[in-house]
């Protein structure tokens, strides 16, 4: 609930028409979804402009409007309903979400990184929801309209929020930090992604630790020991209280290299408590330790986190393993950089099949004026990873002649120019039968879950 009043002053904005004295319930920036006595906020997508929805969300029951000033847009006939003028719809999203978590004295806790917020962000929920009602994001809803919509999801019932924040250009995160004002920050590691915008491994670093600027009491960093900026930071640490995670002893919750079986990723936590983790790649044991670390921060017994874990999955297309005829595919099309094919080629070397191992790569983008150089760098992985390679991509062109160069039989190469190209000769030219494994991995905008598109 808000009062107008409260929505002019944190938004800086300017009151047009309506009363202060306003109660209001609910915001919406979609004029379909908007409920009777809510708040609709005009916001301009690349595809749609909310002012040109304004009437529709008045018809809906919209008791207040937030538009931009200056802009052109229909004023409703009622004038009992308030609009607010501000700079800008999108900051003053945050701003009215940042005003509502300030209302709610829980612990939030905010997860970043390169690779493993999503699954790090489900993980910690999944084990917290034991003994806690916890709000999350709802599947990547992590920028800057998603992560402040499921901020103004906060009722009363809730006891935790676990948010995840992401980024592709600086200061993003920083500003979700200031809207969210989280208490426990995760930060997963740093890696090789969105260089176009970061330039290099420091730029990412700088963009990723502004989480921590504005942490609120007890102000807790929970950071991967084992990650070479990280570990500097958590050794320079004296702001924040910290704790590490990682697979050597020196961290907080560590686990050794682990081990995979066909039940999935077995480990110990500090030598003693097992834990069975149902998923791929010895990575995801980061993930499940940041969610271990958190768990206990809040007093649930090892024993309460492992059953937790047990019966985690991971979220959609994040080496995903499916069937297809009897043939076992792994789907990893939700995006990829550096760090995160590294880890999915890691995983398929590691994996004991008795037929072959085929690779389906798409591009990674957004890495700048590195890309070519990075792609190349993967040849000799590849070729010692898989059987057979089928790139989709210029890019991926480009490791697939390193792979050649690398030893990977030029019979069994492929280079396609798109992902319905690439499904053709998976399954006519290859044709994977039961005992082959088909690894498919790239960027979001390759979209290379169309590779599985009959499955």
Request: with cysteine.
């Amino acid at each position: 609930m808000f009062k107008c009043n409260e929505l002019v002053k944190a938004t800086n904005g300017r009151l047009v028409s309506g009363r202060n004295g306003l109660l209001l319930k609910g915001v919406s920036i979609d004029s379909r979804k908007v409920k009777r006595g809510g708040i609709f906020i005009a916001i301009k997508g690349e595809k749609f402009d909310g002012h040109d929805f304004i009437a529709d969300a008045v018809k809906k029951g919209a008791s207040c409007i937030i538009a931009v000033h200056g802009t052109r847009y229909t004023l409703p006939i009622d004038k009992k309903i308030a609009i607010i003028e501000v700079e800008d719809t999108v900051k003053a999203l945050g701003e009215i979400a940042g005003l509502h978590r300030r209302k709610f004295d829980i612990p939030v806790i905010a997860i970043t990184g390169s690779n493993g917020k999503t699954t790090t962000k489900e993980m910690v929920a999944s084990v917290l929801s034991a003994s806690f009602n916890v709000l999350k994001n709802s599947g990547t809803f992590n920028n800057h309209i998603g992560l402040p919509l499921t901020l103004l999801e906060l009722n009363a019932k809730h006891d935790i929020a676990v948010l995840e924040i992401g980024t592709n250009h600086f200061g993003e995160v920083e500003y979700l930090a200031k809207v969210c004002r989280a208490n426990i920050a995760i930060i997963t590691n740093i890696g090789q992604s969105h260089l176009k915008y970061f330039g290099n491994l420091e730029g990412v670093f700088r963009e990723k630790i502004s989480l921590l600027k504005y942490l609120e009491h007890p102000a807790i960093a929970v950071l991967n020991a084992d990650d070479a900026y990280l570990s500097k930071l958590l050794a320079r640490s004296k702001k924040n209280f910290t704790l590490s995670f990682g697979l050597k002893k020196n961290a907080d919750f560590f686990a050794g290299q682990g081990s995979l079986s066909s039940k999935g990723m077995r480990f110990r936590v500090n030598k003693k408590d097992e834990i069975l983790l149902k998923a791929l790649g010895k990575h995801n044991i980061y993930n499940a330790l940041a969610a271990i670390g958190v768990a206990r921060i809040f007093g649930l017994s090892y024993k309460q986190i492992a059953r937790q874990l047990s019966k985690f999955s991971l979220p959609k297309s994040r080496l995903n393993p499916l069937s297809f005829k009897g043939v076992r595919f792994i789907d990893d099309s939700y995006n990829s950089n550096p760090l995160s094919l590294g880890q999915a080629l890691d995983t398929l070397a590691d994996l004991k099949v008795k037929g072959r191992k085929i690779f389906v790569m798409g591009d990674m983008l957004e890495l700048g004026e590195e890309e070519s150089s990075l792609h190349r760098n993967f040849g000799e992985k590849i070729a010692k990873a898989c059987d057979a390679f089928i790139a989709v991509g210029k890019l991926s062109h480009l490791a697939a002649s390193s792979a050649r160069d690398s030893g990977l039989a030029d019979s069994f190469i492929f280079s396609c120019g798109s992902c319905a190209e690439a499904r053709e000769f998976l399954f006519k030219k290859l044709s994977p039968n039961r005992e082959d494994v088909v690894l498919i991995k790239g960027s979001r905008s390759m979209r290379m879950e169309e590779v599985l598109k009959e499955i």
